[in-house]
Protein backbone atom coordinates (compact mmCIF):
# COMPACT_ATOMS: atom_id res chain seq x y z
CA UNK A 1 0.00 0.00 0.00
CA UNK A 2 2.91 2.13 0.67
CA UNK A 3 4.36 2.11 -2.91
CA UNK A 4 0.91 2.75 -4.17
CA UNK A 5 0.12 5.97 -1.96
CA UNK A 6 4.07 6.85 -3.64
CA UNK A 7 3.16 6.29 -6.76
CA UNK A 8 -0.41 7.88 -7.08
CA UNK A 9 1.00 11.22 -5.21
CA UNK A 10 3.50 11.30 -7.98
CA UNK A 11 1.17 10.59 -11.05
CA UNK A 12 -0.92 13.72 -9.83
CA UNK A 13 1.51 16.02 -9.18
CA UNK A 14 2.35 16.43 -12.37
CA UNK A 15 -1.27 16.96 -13.87
CA UNK A 16 -1.45 19.90 -10.72
CA UNK A 17 1.41 21.27 -12.29
CA UNK A 18 -0.39 20.75 -15.76
CA UNK A 19 -3.12 22.48 -14.51
CA UNK A 20 -1.48 25.69 -13.41
CA UNK A 21 0.69 26.00 -16.41
CA UNK A 22 -2.77 26.04 -18.05
CA UNK A 23 -3.20 28.47 -16.00
CA UNK A 24 -0.55 30.22 -16.53
CA UNK A 25 -0.84 30.53 -20.38
CA UNK A 26 -4.41 31.89 -20.03
CA UNK A 27 -2.70 34.83 -17.75
CA UNK A 28 -0.59 35.66 -21.17
CA UNK A 29 -3.10 35.17 -24.12
CA UNK A 30 -5.72 36.85 -22.64
CA UNK A 31 -4.32 40.05 -22.90
CA UNK A 32 -4.28 40.00 -26.77
CA UNK A 33 -8.03 39.19 -26.45
CA UNK A 34 -10.24 42.58 -27.17
CA UNK A 35 -13.09 42.97 -24.59
CA UNK A 36 -16.48 41.57 -25.72
CA UNK A 37 -19.33 44.55 -26.85
CA UNK A 38 -22.27 43.64 -24.63
CA UNK A 39 -25.77 44.69 -25.93
CA UNK A 40 -27.27 47.55 -24.19
CA UNK A 41 -30.45 47.30 -22.60
CA UNK A 42 -31.65 45.28 -19.23
CA UNK A 43 -28.83 42.80 -18.59
CA UNK A 44 -31.02 39.71 -20.13
CA UNK A 45 -30.32 38.16 -23.19
CA UNK A 46 -32.40 35.23 -25.08
CA UNK A 47 -31.78 32.63 -27.28
CA UNK A 48 -33.75 30.20 -29.84
CA UNK A 49 -32.75 27.61 -32.09
CA UNK A 50 -35.02 29.85 -34.69
CA UNK A 51 -33.43 33.00 -33.79
CA UNK A 52 -30.80 35.31 -35.36
CA UNK A 53 -27.17 35.69 -34.54
CA UNK A 54 -26.92 39.48 -35.48
CA UNK A 55 -26.00 42.57 -33.19
CA UNK A 56 -28.91 43.93 -31.14
CA UNK A 57 -30.29 40.39 -30.59
CA UNK A 58 -31.71 38.74 -28.17
CA UNK A 59 -34.66 40.50 -27.73
CA UNK A 60 -37.91 38.61 -27.20
CA UNK A 61 -39.03 39.69 -30.50
CA UNK A 62 -35.54 38.75 -31.90
CA UNK A 63 -33.25 36.12 -30.12
CA UNK A 64 -30.08 35.58 -30.85
CA UNK A 65 -29.78 32.10 -32.45
CA UNK A 66 -26.44 30.93 -30.46
CA UNK A 67 -25.45 30.92 -26.79
CA UNK A 68 -21.77 31.99 -27.80
CA UNK A 69 -23.14 34.47 -29.92
CA UNK A 70 -25.19 35.94 -27.04
CA UNK A 71 -22.14 35.44 -24.36
CA UNK A 72 -20.16 37.77 -26.77
CA UNK A 73 -22.72 40.52 -26.97
CA UNK A 74 -22.62 39.88 -23.02
CA UNK A 75 -21.87 42.06 -20.29
CA UNK A 76 -20.28 40.82 -16.50
CA UNK A 77 -23.34 39.99 -14.67
CA UNK A 78 -25.61 39.65 -17.86
CA UNK A 79 -28.27 36.93 -17.95
CA UNK A 80 -28.79 34.65 -21.02
CA UNK A 81 -32.70 32.86 -20.96
CA UNK A 82 -32.28 29.66 -23.38
CA UNK A 83 -35.33 28.27 -25.39
CA UNK A 84 -35.69 24.74 -25.54
CA UNK A 85 -33.87 22.75 -28.14
CA UNK A 86 -30.22 21.40 -29.19
CA UNK A 87 -27.56 23.74 -29.50
CA UNK A 88 -24.50 22.64 -31.33
CA UNK A 89 -21.07 24.29 -32.11
CA UNK A 90 -22.09 27.06 -34.74
CA UNK A 91 -18.39 28.34 -35.78
CA UNK A 92 -19.46 31.66 -33.58
CA UNK A 93 -15.69 33.79 -33.27
CA UNK A 94 -13.99 32.53 -29.91
CA UNK A 95 -11.51 34.30 -28.40
CA UNK A 96 -8.07 32.54 -29.21
CA UNK A 97 -7.30 31.89 -25.04
CA UNK A 98 -10.33 29.01 -25.66
CA UNK A 99 -7.94 26.81 -27.51
CA UNK A 100 -5.32 26.52 -24.34
CA UNK A 101 -6.86 23.78 -22.91
CA UNK A 102 -7.62 21.78 -25.70
CA UNK A 103 -6.81 21.12 -29.58
CA UNK A 104 -10.43 20.87 -30.16
CA UNK A 105 -12.89 24.19 -29.73
CA UNK A 106 -15.89 24.39 -27.99
CA UNK A 107 -19.90 25.12 -28.09
CA UNK A 108 -19.25 28.12 -25.42
CA UNK A 109 -16.28 29.44 -23.94
CA UNK A 110 -16.85 32.19 -21.47
CA UNK A 111 -13.84 34.17 -20.57
CA UNK A 112 -13.84 36.74 -17.80
CA UNK A 113 -17.83 37.55 -17.34
CA UNK A 114 -19.79 36.26 -14.84
CA UNK A 115 -23.17 35.27 -16.68
CA UNK A 116 -26.11 33.36 -15.78
CA UNK A 117 -27.06 30.52 -17.96
CA UNK A 118 -30.96 29.62 -17.67
CA UNK A 119 -32.28 26.98 -19.88
CA UNK A 120 -36.51 25.74 -20.21
CA UNK A 121 -37.75 28.52 -22.20
CA UNK A 122 -39.71 28.52 -24.72
CA UNK A 123 -40.26 31.64 -27.50
CA UNK A 124 -43.54 32.23 -26.20
CA UNK A 125 -42.87 32.01 -22.48
CA UNK A 126 -39.45 33.82 -21.23
CA UNK A 127 -41.08 34.44 -17.59
CA UNK A 128 -41.82 30.63 -16.62
CA UNK A 129 -38.32 27.80 -17.33
CA UNK A 130 -39.72 23.83 -17.53
CA UNK A 131 -36.46 22.05 -17.98
CA UNK A 132 -38.27 19.04 -18.03
CA UNK A 133 -40.94 20.20 -20.92
CA UNK A 134 -38.76 22.34 -22.86
CA UNK A 135 -35.40 20.17 -22.84
CA UNK A 136 -32.34 22.27 -23.64
CA UNK A 137 -29.58 20.67 -24.51
CA UNK A 138 -25.69 22.00 -25.52
CA UNK A 139 -24.15 18.87 -27.16
CA UNK A 140 -20.72 18.52 -28.78
CA UNK A 141 -21.27 15.76 -31.54
CA UNK A 142 -18.36 13.99 -29.78
CA UNK A 143 -16.37 16.61 -31.41
CA UNK A 144 -16.06 19.67 -29.25
CA UNK A 145 -16.29 20.26 -25.82
CA UNK A 146 -18.97 21.56 -24.19
CA UNK A 147 -18.35 24.74 -22.31
CA UNK A 148 -15.22 26.41 -21.16
CA UNK A 149 -15.36 29.04 -18.04
CA UNK A 150 -11.99 30.70 -17.90
CA UNK A 151 -10.56 33.56 -15.62
CA UNK A 152 -7.35 34.81 -15.73
CA UNK A 153 -7.00 35.41 -12.16
CA UNK A 154 -5.99 32.79 -9.44
CA UNK A 155 -7.17 35.37 -6.80
CA UNK A 156 -10.23 37.08 -7.99
CA UNK A 157 -13.81 35.75 -9.55
CA UNK A 158 -13.58 37.50 -12.89
CA UNK A 159 -15.10 34.38 -14.19
CA UNK A 160 -17.91 32.59 -12.56
CA UNK A 161 -21.33 30.68 -13.99
CA UNK A 162 -24.65 29.89 -12.81
CA UNK A 163 -26.18 27.38 -14.88
CA UNK A 164 -29.57 25.55 -14.45
CA UNK A 165 -32.02 23.51 -16.54
CA UNK A 166 -29.26 21.95 -19.28
CA UNK A 167 -28.15 18.54 -20.11
CA UNK A 168 -24.57 18.97 -21.66
CA UNK A 169 -23.82 15.59 -23.97
CA UNK A 170 -21.76 14.75 -25.58
CA UNK A 171 -18.85 16.78 -25.52
CA UNK A 172 -14.99 16.02 -25.97
CA UNK A 173 -12.01 17.16 -24.53
CA UNK A 174 -8.97 15.71 -26.92
CA UNK A 175 -4.96 15.13 -25.45
CA UNK A 176 -2.74 16.07 -28.12
CA UNK A 177 -0.48 13.32 -29.38
CA UNK A 178 2.71 15.06 -28.41
CA UNK A 179 3.80 18.28 -26.47
CA UNK A 180 3.15 19.32 -22.73
CA UNK A 181 2.13 17.44 -20.28
CA UNK A 182 -0.99 19.56 -20.03
CA UNK A 183 -0.98 19.42 -24.10
CA UNK A 184 -1.23 15.56 -24.16
CA UNK A 185 -4.06 15.51 -21.55
CA UNK A 186 -7.87 16.21 -21.78
CA UNK A 187 -9.62 17.99 -19.14
CA UNK A 188 -13.22 18.11 -19.22
CA UNK A 189 -15.09 17.34 -21.85
CA UNK A 190 -18.63 18.74 -20.92
CA UNK A 191 -16.87 21.18 -18.63
CA UNK A 192 -13.87 22.60 -17.83
CA UNK A 193 -13.59 25.79 -15.59
CA UNK A 194 -10.63 27.36 -14.54
CA UNK A 195 -10.03 29.90 -11.96
CA UNK A 196 -13.98 30.05 -12.09
CA UNK A 197 -16.63 29.16 -9.28
CA UNK A 198 -19.71 27.87 -10.94
CA UNK A 199 -23.41 26.90 -9.67
CA UNK A 200 -24.87 24.45 -11.25
CA UNK A 201 -28.62 23.05 -10.68
CA UNK A 202 -30.79 20.45 -12.58
CA UNK A 203 -27.83 19.94 -14.98
CA UNK A 204 -27.21 16.54 -16.88
CA UNK A 205 -24.07 15.63 -18.19
CA UNK A 206 -24.07 12.44 -20.32
CA UNK A 207 -21.81 10.59 -22.71
CA UNK A 208 -18.99 13.29 -22.60
CA UNK A 209 -15.56 12.33 -22.60
CA UNK A 210 -11.74 13.38 -21.54
CA UNK A 211 -9.08 11.58 -23.82
CA UNK A 212 -5.22 11.89 -22.98
CA UNK A 213 -3.67 11.35 -26.70
CA UNK A 214 -2.10 8.82 -27.82
CA UNK A 215 1.74 9.46 -28.03
CA UNK A 216 5.22 8.10 -28.89
CA UNK A 217 6.48 9.38 -25.78
CA UNK A 218 7.27 6.97 -22.77
CA UNK A 219 3.14 7.37 -21.17
CA UNK A 220 0.16 8.81 -22.60
CA UNK A 221 -1.69 11.33 -22.31
CA UNK A 222 -4.13 11.82 -19.03
CA UNK A 223 -7.93 11.82 -19.29
CA UNK A 224 -9.18 14.06 -16.60
CA UNK A 225 -13.09 14.77 -15.75
CA UNK A 226 -14.69 13.35 -18.23
CA UNK A 227 -18.12 15.28 -17.36
CA UNK A 228 -16.39 18.14 -15.51
CA UNK A 229 -13.28 19.27 -14.47
CA UNK A 230 -12.97 22.13 -12.31
CA UNK A 231 -9.43 23.62 -11.97
CA UNK A 232 -9.26 25.68 -8.53
CA UNK A 233 -11.30 28.92 -7.67
CA UNK A 234 -10.22 32.02 -5.68
CA UNK A 235 -9.67 31.03 -1.76
CA UNK A 236 -12.93 30.88 0.14
CA UNK A 237 -15.07 31.01 -3.10
CA UNK A 238 -17.60 28.08 -2.95
CA UNK A 239 -18.73 26.11 -5.79
CA UNK A 240 -22.83 24.80 -5.27
CA UNK A 241 -24.56 22.00 -7.10
CA UNK A 242 -28.08 20.48 -6.98
CA UNK A 243 -29.63 18.02 -8.50
CA UNK A 244 -26.74 17.10 -10.86
CA UNK A 245 -26.23 13.94 -12.95
CA UNK A 246 -23.52 12.73 -14.45
CA UNK A 247 -24.34 9.77 -16.31
CA UNK A 248 -22.15 7.33 -19.00
CA UNK A 249 -19.09 9.72 -18.64
CA UNK A 250 -15.61 8.32 -19.69
CA UNK A 251 -11.82 9.61 -18.30
CA UNK A 252 -9.89 7.62 -20.70
CA UNK A 253 -5.26 7.40 -20.97
CA UNK A 254 -3.50 7.60 -23.85
CA UNK A 255 -1.45 4.73 -25.16
CA UNK A 256 2.28 5.19 -24.78
CA UNK A 257 5.46 3.39 -25.16
CA UNK A 258 6.15 2.32 -22.05
CA UNK A 259 2.62 3.09 -20.13
CA UNK A 260 -0.88 4.25 -21.16
CA UNK A 261 -2.13 7.52 -19.29
CA UNK A 262 -3.90 7.59 -16.33
CA UNK A 263 -7.27 8.31 -16.02
CA UNK A 264 -9.00 10.42 -13.13
CA UNK A 265 -12.73 10.92 -12.85
CA UNK A 266 -14.79 9.70 -15.13
CA UNK A 267 -17.80 11.82 -14.36
CA UNK A 268 -16.18 14.87 -12.44
CA UNK A 269 -12.33 15.85 -10.74
CA UNK A 270 -11.37 18.81 -8.55
CA UNK A 271 -8.73 20.37 -7.79
CA UNK A 272 -7.97 22.97 -4.87
CA UNK A 273 -11.49 23.57 -5.17
CA UNK A 274 -14.47 24.41 -2.03
CA UNK A 275 -17.94 22.90 -3.22
CA UNK A 276 -20.99 21.61 -1.47
CA UNK A 277 -23.46 19.47 -3.78
CA UNK A 278 -26.45 17.53 -2.68
CA UNK A 279 -28.47 15.04 -4.93
CA UNK A 280 -25.94 14.37 -6.77
CA UNK A 281 -26.13 10.82 -8.87
CA UNK A 282 -23.59 9.12 -10.37
CA UNK A 283 -24.34 6.11 -13.18
CA UNK A 284 -21.95 4.17 -15.39
CA UNK A 285 -19.10 6.48 -15.65
CA UNK A 286 -15.96 5.16 -16.08
CA UNK A 287 -12.24 5.50 -15.70
CA UNK A 288 -10.24 3.95 -18.01
CA UNK A 289 -6.47 3.97 -17.74
CA UNK A 290 -4.41 3.65 -21.50
CA UNK A 291 -2.65 0.80 -22.62
CA UNK A 292 0.73 -0.06 -23.46
CA UNK A 293 2.76 -2.83 -25.22
CA UNK A 294 6.11 -1.48 -23.17
CA UNK A 295 6.59 -2.79 -19.56
CA UNK A 296 3.34 -0.59 -18.23
CA UNK A 297 5.83 1.33 -16.22
CA UNK A 298 8.03 4.94 -16.59
CA UNK A 299 10.99 5.38 -15.55
CA UNK A 300 9.64 6.81 -12.20
CA UNK A 301 8.28 3.56 -11.88
CA UNK A 302 4.68 4.80 -12.43
CA UNK A 303 1.75 2.93 -13.86
CA UNK A 304 -1.34 3.59 -15.98
CA UNK A 305 -4.03 3.87 -13.13
CA UNK A 306 -7.91 4.19 -13.48
CA UNK A 307 -8.87 6.82 -10.48
CA UNK A 308 -12.21 7.42 -9.10
CA UNK A 309 -14.66 6.63 -12.01
CA UNK A 310 -17.48 8.97 -10.46
CA UNK A 311 -15.40 11.68 -9.22
CA UNK A 312 -11.68 12.61 -8.30
CA UNK A 313 -10.94 14.89 -5.10
CA UNK A 314 -7.67 15.88 -5.66
CA UNK A 315 -5.18 18.37 -3.84
CA UNK A 316 -6.65 21.15 -1.67
CA UNK A 317 -10.12 20.11 -2.26
CA UNK A 318 -13.01 20.47 0.17
CA UNK A 319 -15.85 19.04 -1.20
CA UNK A 320 -18.98 17.73 1.04
CA UNK A 321 -21.88 14.92 -1.03
CA UNK A 322 -25.05 14.75 0.64
CA UNK A 323 -27.93 12.47 -1.22
CA UNK A 324 -25.32 11.22 -3.20
CA UNK A 325 -26.82 8.19 -5.42
CA UNK A 326 -23.72 5.80 -7.35
CA UNK A 327 -23.92 2.82 -9.86
CA UNK A 328 -22.38 1.03 -12.46
CA UNK A 329 -19.09 3.19 -12.35
CA UNK A 330 -15.87 1.36 -13.27
CA UNK A 331 -12.29 2.26 -12.97
CA UNK A 332 -10.04 0.15 -14.48
CA UNK A 333 -6.22 0.05 -15.13
CA UNK A 334 -4.08 0.09 -18.04
CA UNK A 335 -2.73 -3.08 -19.55
CA UNK A 336 0.59 -3.81 -20.40
CA UNK A 337 3.53 -5.89 -21.07
CA UNK A 338 4.94 -6.78 -17.39
CA UNK A 339 3.09 -4.50 -15.09
CA UNK A 340 -0.74 -3.36 -15.40
CA UNK A 341 -2.35 -0.22 -14.32
CA UNK A 342 -4.36 -0.20 -11.05
CA UNK A 343 -7.61 0.57 -10.43
CA UNK A 344 -8.85 2.90 -7.72
CA UNK A 345 -12.01 4.07 -5.96
CA UNK A 346 -15.08 2.80 -8.55
CA UNK A 347 -16.77 5.98 -7.32
CA UNK A 348 -14.64 8.23 -5.60
CA UNK A 349 -10.81 8.51 -4.76
CA UNK A 350 -9.79 11.39 -2.70
CA UNK A 351 -6.37 12.52 -2.58
CA UNK A 352 -4.30 15.43 -0.38
CA UNK A 353 -8.14 16.46 0.03
CA UNK A 354 -10.84 16.65 2.44
CA UNK A 355 -14.53 15.33 2.14
CA UNK A 356 -17.80 14.21 3.42
CA UNK A 357 -20.07 11.66 1.88
CA UNK A 358 -23.48 12.06 4.02
CA UNK A 359 -26.54 10.00 3.28
CA UNK A 360 -26.44 8.40 0.54
CA UNK A 361 -26.20 4.92 -1.79
CA UNK A 362 -23.14 3.41 -3.17
CA UNK A 363 -23.72 -0.05 -4.52
CA UNK A 364 -22.66 -2.26 -7.70
CA UNK A 365 -19.67 -0.38 -9.32
CA UNK A 366 -16.41 -2.51 -9.74
CA UNK A 367 -12.61 -1.17 -9.55
CA UNK A 368 -10.42 -3.12 -11.66
CA UNK A 369 -6.55 -3.66 -12.25
CA UNK A 370 -5.51 -4.00 -15.72
CA UNK A 371 -3.69 -7.15 -17.18
CA UNK A 372 -0.81 -8.10 -18.22
CA UNK A 373 2.12 -10.55 -16.72
CA UNK A 374 1.36 -8.92 -13.48
CA UNK A 375 -1.90 -7.66 -12.77
CA UNK A 376 -2.60 -4.57 -11.35
CA UNK A 377 -4.86 -4.09 -7.95
CA UNK A 378 -8.23 -2.93 -7.19
CA UNK A 379 -9.17 -0.21 -4.67
CA UNK A 380 -13.43 -0.40 -3.75
CA UNK A 381 -15.78 1.82 -3.77
CA UNK A 382 -13.89 4.38 -2.04
CA UNK A 383 -9.92 4.65 -2.27
CA UNK A 384 -8.49 7.52 -0.02
CA UNK A 385 -4.53 8.71 0.29
CA UNK A 386 -3.70 10.90 3.05
CA UNK A 387 -7.31 12.90 3.09
CA UNK A 388 -9.46 13.36 5.84
CA UNK A 389 -12.82 11.32 4.63
CA UNK A 390 -16.45 11.48 7.00
CA UNK A 391 -18.87 9.02 5.53
CA UNK A 392 -21.72 9.19 7.82
CA UNK A 393 -25.55 7.28 7.43
CA UNK A 394 -24.46 5.94 3.66
CA UNK A 395 -24.99 2.31 1.77
CA UNK A 396 -21.21 0.86 0.95
CA UNK A 397 -22.99 -2.55 -0.97
CA UNK A 398 -22.08 -5.03 -3.36
CA UNK A 399 -19.40 -3.10 -4.71
CA UNK A 400 -16.21 -5.02 -5.78
CA UNK A 401 -12.66 -4.68 -6.06
CA UNK A 402 -11.22 -6.85 -7.89
CA UNK A 403 -7.17 -7.66 -9.11
CA UNK A 404 -5.92 -7.42 -13.14
CA UNK A 405 -4.89 -11.02 -14.56
CA UNK A 406 -1.63 -11.84 -14.35
CA UNK A 407 0.52 -14.90 -14.39
Avoid at 58 to 65: D, E, H, I
Avoid at 261 to 278: C, E, K, Q, R
Wanted: proline share 2%.
Amino acid sequence: MGYVKTSLRRTLIWISLAFWIVAASLLIVHRTVPPALAQSGTGTLRVATTGTDAPGCGSVASPCQTIQYAVNLARSGDTILVAAGTYTYSGVSLPSTCYTTTVNPMVVCIIDKQVVLLGGYTTSNWSVADPTANLTIIDGQNVYRGIAVLGTSPTQVRASLRMEGFTIRNGLAQGASSGADYQISGYGGGMFTNSAPITLKNVVFSNNKAVGGNTNSSYGGAGVGGGLAINGVPSGVRCTFDHVTFDNNEARGGTGVNRGGSALGGGFYTYSVLASATYITLTNNIARAGDSNGSGQDATGLTADGLGAGGTVHTSSSVALQYLNASGNQAIGGNAGIQAGHGHGSVLYIELATAAVLDSNLSGNLARGGSAQKGGIGGGAIMTSNSEVRVNRAAVINNTAKGGNGT
